[in-house]
């Protein structure tokens, strides 16, 4: 039976694409947020020097070139410029503000796109300027930027209705004997008419630009979003892979060496009434796994190789391994490993020692085996196999409930076994029958090496 079927090949796949998502994109994000804010900051700035320059030349031609006394002079230009004060300080820099914008999920905006600083706006412009217009005609020139002020701070029918209000009024003025700029009744109605137009058009760009502004801006909230749901599921999903990488290392050290321990515990304490050198042989064999165990412990921590191949090469590992097992358990061991092996990846060794370890484990708690062998040969150029046969009690694997056994604390093992071969681009197979033994084979594969000549075997 393959173990090795139904094991999710996505998790490295999910790792990378975790990664990626919370360093590239997050950097990325906050760029992009970055040059959204910049780009906000150029565009008020840019309206504002606008507005001064437009508000200081209607001002100066109401001063230089009109015939209106000096009185009507200063308190046209008061009223003209108190809207225009009042829209640059207050309403202008809510409208790009990201808190008080509209409404992003849906791109429709409000009458007034800063709710009541801009009635305010509008109110003071629908009173200050006809007064001001009234006092001294050349303060017409100021829906030169009280036009585009309507239209930033209003969306685009609400704003186009402000400005035929406004020149309503005017129009109002003109039919009651008023004059703008020294033209007749004509003229000055073709004027009005003509500011109406053209802020009807002029109005639709501010309009097309608002609603794109917008829905960039929805992007970017979504996105924002999106982004820390991803860190937040990346900081889960790297929290769970790390419990899991624990789990798996604490039951391949700690709990194995707790296993022997109490096993030899067990034995050294009925040998202390009759055979007091086996019970201290025993005694040091306990002393020796506590050891080995507070190593690996302190390497797990360290997330470090296993203290059997610290110093070690694959081969002595191993043997070291089988034997030290044989001699706690008492089962009679062959440990039969290729004379040289292929190069390995770090991992791919501690993968293999793993397995070997959990094996030998496993039989000495369950099999009750007499004889174990452990091989790892080159069958092919390009495949390496490590089995691990004994002659126990086996069991029926085709009838394991593999969930109602790791409920029960068992079969945790087989599943780490299968999920490290699998690390290691390979495939773990158990084989057993009730009173014939086990059987676990893995088959790695390996670099072709360029002599293809197979290297002697050692066997012990």
Same mark, same amino acid.
């Given at each position: ?130 007064? *001001?217009?009234? &006092?001294? @005609?050349?303060?017409? $020139?100021?829906? +030169?930027?009280? #036009?585009?002020?309507?239209? =930033?701070?209003? !969306? ?25 700029? *020294?033209?007749? &009744?004509? @003229?000055?109605?073709? $004027?009005?008419? +003509?500011?109406? #137009?053209?802020?009807?058009? =002029?109005?639709? !760009? ?255």
């Amino acid at each position: 039976m393959k173990i090795t079927e139904g094991i999710n090949r996505e998790n490295q796949q999910q790792d990378q694409l975790s990664m990626n998502l919370n360093g590239d994109c997050g950097d990325g994000q906050l760029d992009a947020t970055a040059r959204t804010d910049a780009q906000r900051q150029r565009l008020h700035n840019t309206w504002n020097w606008y507005f001064i320059v437009e508000a200081g030349c209607v001002v100066g031609a109401n001063c230089f070139f009109s015939t209106a006394s000096m009185t009507y002079k200063l308190v046209s230009s008061f009223l003209i410029l108190l809207p225009c004060l009042f829209f640059m300080i207050l309403v202008l820099p809510r409208v790009y503000d990201k808190s008080e914008r509209f409404d992003r999920q849906t791109a429709d905006q409000p009458v007034s796109k800063t709710g009541p600083y801009g009635w305010i706006f509008a109110l003071l412009t629908l009173a200050c300027l006809p007064m *001001g217009a009234w &006092l001294d @005609g050349t303060a017409i $020139l100021a829906q +030169l930027f009280i #036009v585009p002020q309507l239209f =930033i701070a209003f !969306s685009y029918l609400p704003a186009l209705g402000l400005v035929g209000v406004l020149n309503i009024a005017y129009l109002a003025m003109v039919l009651a004997g008023k004059r703008f700029l *020294g033209t007749d &009744l004509t @003229g000055n109605l073709m $004027l009005m008419i +003509l500011v109406v #137009v053209f802020s009807a058009m =002029i109005g639709k !760009s501010f309009n097309v630009l608002a609603l794109t502004n917008g829905h960039n801006q929805m992007l970017l909230d979504k996105m924002e979003s999106q982004q820390e749901t991803i860190r937040r599921l990346s900081r889960a999903e790297g929290a769970s892979i790390e419990r899991e990488r624990v789990a798996n290392e604490m039951h391949d050290t700690i709990a194995q060496s707790l296993t022997s321990i109490l096993a030899l515990a067990r034995v050294a304490h009925e040998e202390l009434i009759d055979d007091i050198p086996a019970a201290q042989k025993h005694l040091e064999m306990i002393a020796s796994t506590s050891k080995g165990s507070l190593d690996d412990t302190r390497r797990m921590i360290a997330d470090s190789v296993p203290a059997d191949l610290d110093g070690r090469d694959l081969k002595t590992a191993l043997e070291r391994t089988v034997h030290a097992a044989a001699a706690k358990t008492g089962f009679q061991s062959q440990c039969q490993i290729q004379r040289t092996l292929p190069p390995l990846p770090k991992q791919t060794e501690v993968n293999l020692l793993r397995i070997v370890q959990e094996s030998l484990t496993n039989i000495s708690k369950h099999a009750n085996a007499k004889h174990v062998q452990v091989s790892l040969l080159l069958k092919r150029p390009e495949l390496l196999e490590l089995q691990i046969k004994d002659d126990g009690c086996g069991f029926d694997i085709q009838n394991l409930d593999f969930q109602e056994m790791e409920k029960a604390g068992h079969g945790y093992g087989l599943r780490d076994m299968a999920k490290r071969a699998q690390d290691a681009g390979g495939r773990c197979t158990v084989t057993s029958v009730p009173g014939q033994g086990t059987s676990i084979t893995v088959n790695i594969p390996v670099e072709r090496p360029s002599n293809t000549t197979r290297p002697d075997k050692e066997e012990r």
